[in-house]
């Protein structure tokens, strides 16, 4: 095993800089292609998205991996890479072990538990092996980052509690309505934030929308979007009290629904239950209408409070998730060194005894006169001198297991006693 990973992310490198690294989806193949079919490269890996673009590659043992990706990096961009040096890391060995496992796991992500980064390293995963770049020990490696971010996300807690405004919308509405399954949702102000809440809740069970903009094209345009219904502006209060969930994220400087608004409402719906998420600012729903029964408005600080509580949340998590990540390193390489030294061990063992046999072989016309006795006690005499021969070399590699200078050791043990690959 020579492991090797050269990278950026959103905490080294600008958006700029990432932007310049990025390897699309659709050219993966190639580039891993490209990359394993460099002189002493045997396993490849590229994981390229918006916040990490990031090569692996297991070698030769004797060989020196990092040259070798940046010089593919800076092929493949046609650029001198000398220009983004100080935005790069480099990790070797069990180093890339522990940071696949964390990056799997979401710790290392620009939000903490998101679970996206785990489908972009299956789809890298997939583009590796569709160029035949995985075929051994980084591919167990790969395949044993995603079984130890499924432990995590099984084990603890860190991607279930919201860590965005839109999302934090979504965890109080279920809040309140327990299940969203068939829910309404009414958005008063197409802007971005309000298409974000809007698709999340969607994503949670949500069925009919309708869209209010004052420019009713766009209203249109992001009804179109969801299959929703457009209302123009002024005749939305004739359709709100239809909305379980109503989402507002106008401009206007002033409260847009007011406390007698909502009273009539409620009266309309026989009292079921309204969720106002007020995402302007300056707010456009009156803070009054809580004073309501089944009336409940949020806005964007009531939703950052839950984001900061959730954040805390998930932070707690991410302290038990490291537990889990760094004994699941420490498991994996235990399983790598073994699986690098028992094979130079046995190998050994019999590289010797052949030695052993061969020279007894030889003077085998000269042990004819011996007594069954004897000739036992010769076997006895020359095994206990190869084992003891042994003693020293088995050991090393014992002890040296899992430690970053086993390839070179196992090498030189292997040189000495004249041990084939």
């Not at 990432?18 to 490849?44: C, F, Q, W, Y």
């Not at 829910?183 to 809007?198: C, L, N, P, R, Y």
């Not at 707690?316 to 537990?323: D, G, I, N, T």
Request: proline content about 3%; some cysteine; hydrophobic content about 45%.
């Amino acid at each position: 095993m020579n492991l090797a990973l050269i990278g950026i992310n959103h905490r080294t490198a600008p958006v700029d800089v990432r932007e310049r690294m990025n390897i699309p989806e659709a050219r993966l193949s190639e580039a891993v292609s490209d990359l394993t079919h460099r002189d002493g490269i045997k396993e490849g890996l590229i994981l390229s998205t918006c916040n990490r673009v990031e090569v692996i590659a297991n070698a030769r043992n004797d060989f020196a991996v990092e040259p070798v990706l940046r010089r593919f990096l800076a092929d493949h961009h046609r650029c001198d890479l000398a220009v983004y040096e100080p935005h790069f890391y480099r990790y070797q060995q069990q180093q890339v072990i522990e940071h696949l496992f964390r990056v799997a796991s979401s710790l290392d992500s620009m939000i903490l538990g998101e679970p996206q980064i785990l489908g972009q390293i299956k789809q890298a995963y997939h583009a590796a092996r569709q160029a035949g770049g995985l075929n051994g020990t980084l591919n167990e490696i790969v395949l044993q980052a995603l079984t130890v971010a499924r432990k995590v996300r099984r084990d603890t807690a860190i991607g279930t509690s919201a860590v965005s405004a839109s999302y934090a919308a979504v965890e109080l509405a279920r809040k309140i309505f327990r299940d969203l399954t068939g829910a309404t949702i009414f958005v008063i102000g197409a802007g971005k934030m309000s298409e974000i809440a809007a698709k999340n809740l969607i994503s949670s069970g949500a069925s009919a929308i309708f869209v209010s903009n004052r420019t009713y094209e766009r209203a249109t345009e992001l009804a179109a979007a969801f299959h929703g219904t457009p209302i123009r502006y002024e005749q939305l209060f004739n359709h709100v009290h239809k909305a379980d969930i109503v989402i507002c994220s106008t401009s206007a400087p002033h409260y847009v629904v007011l406390r007698a608004d909502v009273e009539k409402w409620l009266a309309a719906r026989k009292n079921r239950p309204m969720f106002f998420i007020d995402i302007a600012v300056p707010r456009n729903v009156d803070p009054a209408i809580n004073q309501l029964d089944n009336a409940f408005v949020y806005d964007i600080d009531d939703l950052g409070q839950v984001v900061a509580a959730n954040k805390k949340q998930r932070e707690r998590e991410a302290a038990w998730a490291e537990e889990i990540v760094q004994a699941e390193v420490q498991k994996a390489m235990r399983r790598l060194a073994s699986r690098e030294v028992v094979p130079t061990i046995v190998a050994l063992e019999h590289r010797l005894e052949h030695i052993r046999e061969t020279e007894i072989d030889r003077y085998r016309g000269r042990l004819n006169g011996l007594s069954t006795q004897q000739r036992e006690a010769v076997e006895a005499l020359t095994k206990g001198i190869l084992n003891k021969i042994l003693h020293g070399p088995i050991t090393e590699l014992k002890n040296g297991a899992g430690r970053p200078d086993q390839g070179s050791l196992v090498q030189i043990v292997r040189k000495m006693f004249g041990v084939v690959e």
